[in-house]
């Protein structure tokens, strides 16, 4: 077994006196944090949007750079994984529970509530279907792609330890190895932590719900979405025993053939070309729209409270996931080119969400119209997890198609608290690409500890609260990283230089034995014409 390092004895004292804490004193923790989360989003949410906007760029520029042909690996190593699995290991893990909990629901709360405008209306609706694709399409990635870029360049390409602080040796030298680099780590898998909990807690909400509203007979209560976490934490144990290529390959598979099944139905049976439609037009609204989106504080036109509790704290929750979802992304993505990998993390998964909301949003919204407005008068009576569920039940086969859904979230469930017990064990461990199975087993505990002490004093307000609170430190770490990523590739310019001219000197040769070939063609037929020739 791997020594452990003072990250996993720091972290673990860390998160087991925040839960106890919770079970103490819930009141206190509930007032402690709402107050601090308070101060973070209304001074600092400017901050948010713009380190967000900040990777965005950075994540851009790098696939039109030269330092795109740079390989996450040594030159000649190959992608360890084809694209389907990479891709499937990217949405399991990227998105998740997310989409399927607020597939729905996002969309019409924008839609009865939107940031500017009147709601109820064509507008409302476009902005609905529009902040969607923006609250889950490129911004995310980007800030996905910076941490796990990072990562993946350092590990593979200069063979540093898998961890955060490893990343940051062009900043901060050898202090890395030190207090710095303790700090940094610490800060990495709280981050994770809080992160995959208020996942954690929205899946166990949303299975609890599902059982509720399709069942009748089980409540759904905050202690039955413990007992739920707690079954669910049984089985993703079990599956972090079994490894990368085993139990979270098989899983992420299961979500990619379960997530698509489920799509594709309700694209079938429910409004098909409305669907198309708003896909395309709100396509090219996000894109439009993009930059004003990205810098809106909400200071002269719209609701600030919307900004606060939406965009900015989908941001937080992004940054707050990015150590987990980069440092997973990382492992799989040996042997890609930095253009090649930029591009696909931002490219695939932000399409697919967008059409994910197109079809379960759409209908949502055309349901909700020809109900009178009653798919949302149920969702804001019993929750948004039931949302989804409430639209299954309105089409055929509808107990087949929840009982997939809810297998669904399961699967998502289980995938994303295997995979963050995998990168929690790699943080721990001083960045082992395969970390001990005890290791784990404790992350794993951890974990969903910290979402049932989240989920019992305040709900799913209360993983709100900790995910923008868990984020801001670690908002500071990303834009170090961004810094030290282009430290280190400007050192690798005598490379890309060295490139450029083994390139321009086989050029000057072809060009070389072009002419000779040329002068040789030219003397044949000199000889060919020659009177002593004939």
């Not at 993703?236 to 598979?253: E, F, Q």
């Not at 005890?438 to 049932?452: E, L, T």
Request: hydrophobic fraction near 50%.
């Amino acid at each position: 077994m791997r020594k452990l390092t003072p990250v996993f004895y720091i972290s673990f004292v860390l998160a087991l006196l925040f839960i106890v804490w919770g079970v103490i004193a819930p009141d206190n923790i509930e007032y402690v944090l709402g107050n601090v989360q308070s101060v973070i989003s209304e001074y600092l949410g400017w901050f948010y949007l713009l380190s967000a906007t900040a990777f965005v760029i950075f994540a851009i520029y790098l696939i039109f750079s030269p330092y795109g042909k740079i390989k996450l690996g040594k030159p000649d190593e190959k992608p360890e994984y084809n694209y389907f699995t990479w891709f499937a290991f990217l949405f399991t893990a990227g998105m998740g529970i997310g989409l399927v909990f607020w597939g729905v629901a996002e969309p019409l709360y924008h839609y009865y509530g939107p940031p500017t405008g009147e709601p109820e209306s064509d507008a409302a609706a476009a902005a609905a279907l529009r902040y969607s694709f923006f609250h889950w399409g490129i911004h995310p990635w980007a800030i996905y792609s910076i941490v796990a870029l990072a990562l993946a360049y350092f590990k593979f390409r200069h063979d540093s330890p898998g961890v955060v602080s490893a990343a940051l040796r062009p900043v901060f030298g050898d202090k890395v190895d030190g207090p710095i680099g303790t700090l940094i780590n610490v800060l990495v898998v709280f981050a994770t932590i809080f992160g995959v909990a208020t996942s954690l807690g929205f899946g166990a909400a949303q299975v609890t719900g599902g059982l509720s509203y399709s069942l009748g007979f089980v409540s759904n209560n905050i202690g039955t979405q413990i007992i739920v976490i707690g079954i669910i934490t049984v089985l993703y144990l079990i599956s972090a025993g079994t490894g990368l290529n085993r139990g979270i390959r098989i899983l992420s598979m299961t979500n990619i053939v379960l997530a698509v099944g489920l799509m594709l139905f309700l694209l079938a049976v429910g409004p098909t070309v409305y669907i198309f439609d708003v896909f395309t037009t709100t396509l090219g609204s996000y894109l439009q729209n993009l930059p004003s989106m990205s810098f809106s504080t909400a200071t002269f036109i719209g609701d600030r409270d919307w900004l606060e509790s939406w965009t900015i704290f989908y941001w937080a929750w992004w940054i707050a996931w990015s150590p987990f979802v980069g440092t997973f992304i990382a492992r799989v993505s040996r042997g890609r080119t930095i253009r090649e990998f930029v591009l696909g993390v931002l490219a695939v998964p932000t399409l697919f969400g967008a059409v994910w909301f197109s079809v379960f949003g759409a209908t949502g919204i055309s349901l909700d119209n020809a109900m009178n407005g009653m798919l949302y008068s149920i969702m804001s009576e019993q929750g948004e997890e039931i949302a989804l569920f409430s639209l299954l039940e309105n089409f055929p086969l509808a107990s087949i198609m929840i009982t997939l859904a809810i297998l669904l979230i399961v699967s998502f469930f289980v995938t994303s608290a295997d995979s963050a017990t995998f990168v929690l064990g790699m943080q721990t461990t001083n960045g082992s690409l395969n970390p001990p199975t005890s290791v784990k087993m404790v992350w794993g505990v951890i974990q969903s500890s910290a979402a049932a002490v989240l989920l019992y004093f305040g709900g799913l307000a209360g993983l709100e609260m900790a995910m923008i609170i868990a984020a801001l430190p670690f908002t500071f770490v990303m834009l170090l990283m961004v810094v030290s990523i282009f430290k280190a590739l400007k050192s690798e310019r005598h490379i890309l230089q060295t490139d450029k001219a083994a390139v321009q000197a086989e050029r000057n040769r072809l060009r070389e034995e072009k002419e000779r070939l040329k002068k040789e063609k030219e003397e044949l037929k000199k000889q060919v014409k020659s009177p002593k020739n004939r």
